[in-house]
């Protein structure tokens, strides 16, 4: 089992910063794939990173490619989402996930890949 929480959220102007953490307990953090997600109002919960286990290779939905890294620190059981030159449009609930291992090969990039949520963390970009 694996809990997660998410903290950084905020109000923040547009073209602003945020830095975004999820720090995990439980099993062996380096043998999970993680993963943010996000949900606008009334939109589904979409993806938006992900970083492997096995080699910490990252994967990203096209809208946030060049604005977002995600990182993580294995020694603090802890992922990370740095979100800059945000838009109004990143407005929305951001959820951290998990799951063991995970493809060698591909990114985790569906909801239903993932096991472990957090229980998310509002991010607000006013223009």
């Known amino acids: 089992q694996v809990q997660l929480v998410e903290s950084g959220g905020g109000l923040v102007q547009a073209g602003g910063s945020l830095r975004l953490s999820c720090a995990a307990s439980?099993?062996?953090?380096?043998?999970?794939?993680m993963g943010w997600f996000r949900q606008a109002p009334g939109k589904e919960r979409e993806f938006v990173a992900t970083?492997?286990?096995?080699?910490?290779?990252?994967d990203y939905t096209d809208s946030v490619k060049g604005r977002f890294t995600i990182s993580r620190d294995n020694a603090k059981n802890t992922v990370y989402l740095q979100m800059n030159s945000l838009k109004p449009e990143d407005t929305a609930v951001y959820y951290c996930?998990?799951?063991?291992?995970?493809?060698?090969?591909?990114?985790?990039?569906?909801?239903?890949?993932?096991?472990?949520w957090g229980q998310g963390t509002q991010v607000t970009v006013s223009s």
């Open positions: 996930a998990a799951r063991l291992r995970g493809g060698l090969s591909y990114f985790s990039r569906g909801e239903s890949d993932y096991a472990y």
């Open positions: 439980g099993r062996i953090f380096s043998t999970y794939t």
């Open positions: 970083i492997r286990w096995s080699d910490a290779g990252t």
